[in-house]
């Protein structure tokens, strides 16, 4: 079975590069990698997705080694608003639809 | 467009009550999850409808917990018997294929439950 590692919480500061990194094995082949984050009092919402290598988007970058297994979600100098929790999910090997959610890393940021 | 929505957003009830929980996913979207989130937890797959049938309902706990999806929009979560362990906040999710980290899940607000 899929399983997914990530660290129960972080502390940076404003301006500074933060990164998460999730460990997960026995993923899904054909499935990539994605990340959510979540305020209080919200549901969680999609930050990036990947499949290898590095992707970047206009809010964060994912690293994904070549053996898939981890993945680092990297946020450039954070600001107070982000402040929440971060989950990485993942697809079960050897299954059609099963998905895995990271406990998620309740980061906070500091001025 | 609209995102997902849920109702009640609370919902208050004594134990031994049943309740349902409402969800509203984006139009089109084929894929509906149903989550449970406990304080400082993260969520707790529950059920996972493609269509109208539910694809994957390894996630409910007991037999207390059915989840519908008659017309492959709506779905109500039903919950008969409560518990004060049911005490949580269910959160909805709808994408439009479903069943891959691929497939982008757009959650609702949830709606949090308190049983007494």
């Known amino acids: 079975l899929a399983k997914t590692t990530q660290p129960i919480s972080m502390d940076s500061y404003e301006g500074q590069e933060v990164n998460i990194t999730c460990s997960h094995n026995?993923?899904?082949?054909?499935?990539?990698i994605t990340w959510y984050q979540q305020f209080p009092s919200q549901g969680p919402r999609f930050i990036i997705q990947?499949?290898?290598?590095?992707v970047t988007n206009e809010v964060a970058s994912l690293f994904i080694p070549a053996d898939r297994k981890s993945s680092t979600l990297s946020l450039p100098r954070v600001s107070l608003s982000d402040t929440a929790v971060y989950y990485c999910l993942v697809g079960e090997e050897d299954s059609n639809y099963q998905l895995i959610w990271g406990a998620g890393t309740k980061l906070i940021i500091k001025p | 467009g609209a995102g997902v929505s849920q109702t009640p957003s609370n919902k208050v009830t004594e134990k031994g009550k049943y309740v349902e929980l409402r969800c509203d996913p984006i139009?089109?979207?084929?894929?509906l999850y149903w989550y449970r989130q406990s304080l400082g937890q993260g969520p707790e797959f529950l059920i996972y409808?493609?269509?109208?049938?539910?694809?994957?309902d390894s996630g409910l706990p007991n037999d207390r917990f059915f989840a519908v999806r008659p017309e492959g929009s709506v779905s109500t979560l039903k919950i008969q018997r409560t518990e004060r362990g049911d005490s949580a906040v269910y959160l909805c999710?709808?994408?439009?294929?479903?069943?891959?980290?691929?497939?982008?899940?757009?959650f609702g607000p949830g709606t949090r439950l308190t049983v007494l």
């Open positions: 139009s089109g979207h084929t894929a």
């Open positions: 026995n993923i899904a082949t054909n499935d990539y």
């Open positions: 990947g499949y290898k290598t590095k």
């Open positions: 999710a709808s994408s439009l294929v479903g069943g891959r980290a691929l497939d982008t899940q757009y």
């Open positions: 409808f493609q269509g109208t049938g539910a694809a994957d």
